[in-house]
């Protein structure tokens, strides 16, 4: 019964209202990034390079209105907000469909980004909240892989019969969806509640400047980066080791189900093995697996036991690295900052090891990933030292009384 009840949230409402805000609403255009490139060439009669710049302007908003908000995330209401991100999102996903003209789009999904990015933050900062950071993380992206293995399938259906118009639109019902779950959202966290307007307005603006924060942003970023440094040339490594199209969609599909192996088991352990190793542990289990599949261009085995492992080990690690960032701050400010940085991550990697690419191949590749993985783990350091002290801390104090 004990292993069970650590897979049931202490709060539904803020681990389904933070899954739908911050994945359901903000990373939702991650997971149909793959048919949203296709889509835009297709019906736009784009380039990839063009597609990728649509995107990455997406994301790199998603990014800066994230981080606008997290110095103020601590008293915002944050409930308010990310409906009203969401309905901003919704909108433009709905236009989108829409339009045809480029320019018209680029501003457009420049108006998603800043909706995806308030409900991001809103998202990411109301794991803080929760007794357990760790285990709600991990119990948040339990439901993210879950919508991962229904929207993968339903997305490519919808973009093979409507293209790019059918998609957007059945984003915008998913991002719908969300809305009935992001109503159960605290509206402010219980470390603000709990304190006087003076204490919890104090050091706002200097929190996210201390070098545990920054540290921890670059964390984020640095771990981010380096997957979508792999997961840009995973198809193209599947194609050279012999896999048919058919083969991969199968081959993704079923890794982004084990996908929900990771989140589980961060629920099931929280820290009950400390902090320091589990997220050492996944930062570099995820780091072994992106340079597996870079690297299994001449090995189909490594290939495909490689990819087997992406969302198992990405899931477990992100789960331990939001739930770290979310104890260094109670009102959910650090968290905010670094899922903002996470997003830089995401429109920066595919840029970075294109490069790469172009100068060495796929060895290069894997040489910029295990690179990535070393600064990560110095990043993720401090962070990881800070935490551990306050844990000390709050076990000493609850001794005495």
Known sequence: ??????????????VVSAFAAAYGVGLLALLALPYLISAIMNDLGLDAAQAGMLMSAEFVVTMVASLAIAPVIGRAPRRTLALAGALLVIAANVISAEVGDLYVLVAVRCLAGIGAGICLSCGN????GARDPDRAAGQMNVLFVALMAVVMIVYANVMGSDGLKGLYLAIAATNALMLGLIVFMPQRSAAVAESSGHQASAGNGRTLLTPTAMLMMAAMFLFSMRDTMGWAFVEQVGVRVGYSGEELGQLFSMQSLLGLIGPVLASLFGRRFGISLP???GIVASGAVGMGYVL??????????????ISTTYFYALAYLTGLAASLDREGRIAAASGSFLTLGIAVGPTFSGVLAEQGGFPMVGWGIGLAVVATLVAVAVPLAVSRRRGCTLQVAAATL
């Open 296 to 309: 299994g261009e001449h090995s189909r085995l490594m290939y495909t036991i490689s990819v087997m492992m």
């Open 279 to 281: 997220v050492i542990l």
């Open 125 to 128: 900062a109301s794991i803080a």
């Open 1 to 14: 019964m004990k292993k069970q009840s650590v897979l049931i949230p202490e709060s539904w409402g803020l």
